[in-house]
C-alpha cells in the first residue's frame, strides 16, 4: 500500500493493484474511505466522521496535484 502523507491523524493511500480513474483511500482510527481525485468527490465511507471528511477532502483539493504525480509515478514506472 503505497502511502502518499498523514495529516491530522489520517493516512492518504492507494492500493499497489489499484485502477483507474485516479483515486486515494483514508484511514483513520474511525474507519476508512474512498474519494475521487479530479473532481475531488467521496466515493465510500465505511465509519469515519463528516467532520473527517470533510478535512479530508480539503486536504486532498490542495494536494490534488501532488497525489496525481504521486499515483503517474508508481504506475508508470
Excluded: C, Q
Excluded at 492518504?12 to 474507519?31: C, E, Q, R, T, W
Aim: aromatic share 14%; charged share 25%.
Amino acid at each position: 500500500m503505497p502511502e502518499i502523507f498523514r495529516f491530522f491523524g489520517i493516512r492518504f493511500f492507494y492500493f499497489s493493484n489499484d485502477h483507474l480513474p485516479i483515486h486515494v483511500h483514508i484511514k483513520n482510527a474511525d474507519g476508512t474511505a474512498k474519494f475521487n481525485v479530479n473532481p475531488v468527490e467521496l466515493l465510500e465511507n465505511k465509519g469515519i466522521k463528516k467532520k473527517d471528511l470533510l478535512l479530508a477532502e480539503s486536504i486532498i483539493e490542495e494536494n490534488k496535484e501532488l497525489i496525481i504525480n504521486h499515483w503517474n509515478d508508481f504506475y508508470n514506472s
